[in-house]
């Protein structure tokens, strides 16, 4: 019992403290509930503000809209007005449509009756007046036939007479003509032939020049040619190699090795220096362009090309590594067309290289610089030859001043000769024959025909040099 009452305690006091933790809950709910409903009020007033004057703002919209309503009902009652009046008028219109329609009809049906009737009244005419037209017309052509026939008849015969010459000169005529188009067919075939021929040769031509100017495009291809021009140049001048100039000889400089294309040895032991420069890739592209504008551009670009050349020949300053070399230095390039070209697109190049000691050089210019410098060699040869002259006169002149004196001893040496022969003469002739004779006369020599004869005697004397006397200090 008392179990039952401590149970029932501990269930009174579970109940009030389930009662007690309830009611703090439900007053902490109250109390949430109150800040969510003072939160909710005052969004609510702020939220009933911005209504306010969100009202503010669309009255007038409303009281436009309410205008524009009472505009579109009058709108709808005039566009409803309008369409009854349409209705009435396609309805008008359909009737009138009809009414037309049966009109045509009619007047379809009036013009085939009348083109029955025009027809049948025009073939009644037509028929009868066209017996009377054909009766008529056979009796007057039957007089005319006869009449005619006649006539052709004398005429043929005129004409045939007339005719014959005519026709003999026309068959003699037509033979001729035929030998003619003979003749004219076997020069036409020959003219045919030969434009074939030229047809080929130019298409050959063209190919040929495609591949040259595919070969020129190549920059080794464009040097070697370039070096091929200027050999042919200094061969035309009549220079030699390795003796008036020299290709592509090489030396040793502080920027490295320098190879220029030739170099022309001039008198005074001087030396040019020349480089062949072939700027083509702009030019070739300019003759290949299809407006003047772009071929403009390209003889630009050509320009340009042969302005830097001139630059880099002159940034190697050969005329400061070679001592011996002139103060400028010659661009060859192998072609007049390609300076003229370039000169017309820029007209200060030629002034702008001889600034950089650069002398722009073509086949034509070159040739008279080379030839120029063969006739400097020309005229150093002979000054070399005249010294050489001089000196061989000067030896020949004592020669003969020796040969002169020799000459003398020879002249007086014959001189004595003749005088010891005179004088030898005068012993025999004095002396030995006369005592030769006494043999002759004593019998000693039997007397035969061949006697002792007596030699002539020699009056002539060695011409003496009597011409101006040679010295050894003597100059010619």
Same mark, same amino acid.
């Given at each position: 019992?008392?179990?039952?009452?401590?149970?029932?305690?501990?269930?009174?006091?579970?109940?009030?403290?389930?009662?007690?933790?309830?009611?703090?809950?439900?007053?902490?709910?109250?109390?949430?509930?109150?800040?969510?409903?003072?939160?909710?009020?005052?969004?609510?007033?702020?939220?009933?503000?911005?209504?306010?004057?969100?009202?503010?703002?669309?009255?007038?919209?409303?009281?436009?809209?309410?205008?524009?309503?009472?505009?579109?009902?009058?709108?709808?009652?005039?566009?409803?007005?309008?369409?009854?009046?349409?209705?009435?008028?396609?309805?008008?219109?359909?009737?009138?449509? $009809?009414?037309?329609?049966?009109?045509?009809?009619?007047?379809?049906?009036?013009?085939?009756?009348?083109?029955?009737?025009?027809?049948?009244? &025009?073939?009644?005419?037509?028929?009868?007046?066209?017996?009377?037209?054909?009766?008529?017309?056979?009796?007057?052509?039957?007089?005319?036939?006869?009449?005619?026939?006649?006539?052709?008849?004398?005429?043929?015969?005129?004409? !045939?007479?007339?005719?014959?010459?005519?026709?003999?000169?026309?068959?003699?005529?037509?033979?001729?003509?035929?030998?003619?188009?003979?003749?004219?067919?076997?020069?036409?075939?020959?003219?045919?032939?030969?434009?074939?021929?030229?047809?080929?040769?130019?298409?050959?031509?063209?190919?040929?020049?495609? !591949?040259?100017?595919?070969?020129?495009?190549?920059? @080794?291809?464009?040097?070697?040619?370039?070096?091929?021009?200027?050999?042919?140049?200094?061969?035309?001048?009549?220079?030699?190699? !390795?003796?008036?100039?020299?290709?592509?000889?090489?030396?040793?400089?502080?920027?490295?090795?320098?190879?220029?294309?030739?170099?022309?040895?001039?008198?005074?032991? @001087?030396?040019?220096?020349?480089?062949?420069?072939?700027?083509?890739?702009?030019?070739?592209?300019?003759?290949?362009?299809?407006?003047?504008?772009?071929?403009?551009?390209?003889?630009?670009?050509?320009?340009?090309?042969?302005?830097?050349?001139?630059?880099?020949?002159?940034?190697?300053?050969?005329?400061?590594?070679?001592?011996?070399?002139?103060?400028?230095?010659?661009?060859?390039?192998?072609?007049?067309?390609?300076?003229?070209?370039? &000169?017309?697109?820029?007209?200060?190049?030629? $002034?702008?290289?001889?600034?950089?000691?650069?002398?722009?050089?073509?086949?034509?210019?070159?040739?008279?610089?080379?030839?120029?410098?063969?006739?400097?060699?020309?005229?150093?040869?002979?000054?070399?030859?005249? $010294?050489?002259?001089?000196?061989?006169?000067?030896?020949?002149?004592?020669?003969?001043?020796?040969?002169?004196?020799?000459?003398?001893?020879?002249?007086?040496?014959?001189?004595?000769?003749?005088?010891?022969?005179?004088?030898?003469?005068?012993?025999?002739?004095?002396?030995?024959?006369?005592?030769?004779?006494?043999?002759?006369?004593?019998?000693?020599? &039997?007397?035969?025909?061949?006697?002792?004869? !007596?030699?002539?005697?020699?009056?002539?004397?060695?011409?003496?040099?009597? &011409?101006? $006397?040679?010295?050894?200090?003597?100059?010619?």
């Amino acid at each position: 019992m008392e179990q039952l009452v401590q149970q029932v305690a501990a269930w009174d006091i579970a109940v009030w403290q389930g009662v007690a933790m309830g009611t703090a809950a439900l007053a902490l709910i109250l109390m949430l509930s109150a800040l969510l409903a003072g939160r909710r009020a005052r969004r609510a007033q702020q939220d009933a503000a911005a209504l306010r004057e969100r009202l503010a703002r669309l009255t007038p919209e409303a009281e436009r809209a309410a205008r524009m309503e009472a505009r579109a009902e009058a709108l709808m009652g005039e566009l409803y007005q309008e369409q009854v009046n349409a209705a009435a008028l396609e309805q008008k219109l359909d009737s009138l449509q $009809e009414t037309h329609k049966q009109r045509l009809a009619d007047l379809a049906d009036m013009k085939k009756q009348l083109e029955d009737r025009f027809q049948t009244l &025009a073939s009644g005419a037509l028929s009868v007046n066209s017996e009377k037209f054909l009766s008529l017309v056979s009796e007057r052509f039957q007089k005319h036939k006869e009449s005619a026939d006649h006539d052709t008849a004398q005429r043929h015969a005129a004409i !045939r007479d007339l005719v014959k010459p005519l026709d003999e000169r026309l068959g003699k005529f037509d033979a001729r003509m035929t030998e003619i188009e003979k003749a004219r067919n076997e020069a036409y075939g020959t003219i045919k032939q030969q434009v074939l021929n030229l047809a080929e040769g130019q298409q050959t031509l063209s190919s040929e020049t495609r !591949r040259l100017v595919q070969a020129l495009r190549a920059p @080794k291809t464009r040097g070697r040619w370039g070096e091929m021009q200027l050999r042919q140049v200094f061969e035309m001048a009549g220079m030699t190699e !390795r003796v008036d100039f020299h290709l592509e000889k090489s030396f040793d400089t502080d920027d490295g090795r320098r190879r220029p294309d030739a170099i022309v040895h001039i008198p005074g032991g @001087k030396s040019i220096v020349i480089d062949a420069k072939t700027p083509l890739s702009a030019y070739l592209d300019a003759l290949e362009a299809e407006t003047p504008e772009a071929q403009s551009q390209f003889i630009k670009q050509h320009a340009v090309q042969v302005r830097k050349h001139v630059n880099d020949l002159s940034s190697k300053a050969y005329h400061d590594t070679l001592g011996a070399t002139p103060d400028f230095v010659v661009m060859f390039i192998p072609g007049e067309t390609f300076v003229s070209a370039a &000169a017309e697109a820029d007209p200060g190049l030629i $002034e702008y290289a001889f600034e950089r000691k650069v002398l722009i050089a073509t086949p034509t210019t070159l040739m008279a610089l080379v030839k120029a410098i063969a006739y400097g060699w020309q005229q150093d040869k002979m000054a070399e030859n005249a $010294e050489e002259v001089q000196k061989s006169a000067k030896e020949i002149y004592d020669r003969l001043r020796v040969f002169a004196e020799h000459l003398g001893r020879v002249g007086r040496s014959l001189g004595q000769s003749v005088d010891h022969y005179n004088k030898a003469l005068g012993s025999l002739e004095g002396r030995v024959l006369p005592s030769a004779r006494k043999f002759e006369e004593l019998g000693v020599v &039997a007397a035969t025909s061949d006697k002792i004869e !007596r030699p002539a005697s020699v009056e002539d004397e060695p011409r003496r040099l009597t &011409a101006h $006397e040679f010295t050894s200090d003597e100059q010619p």
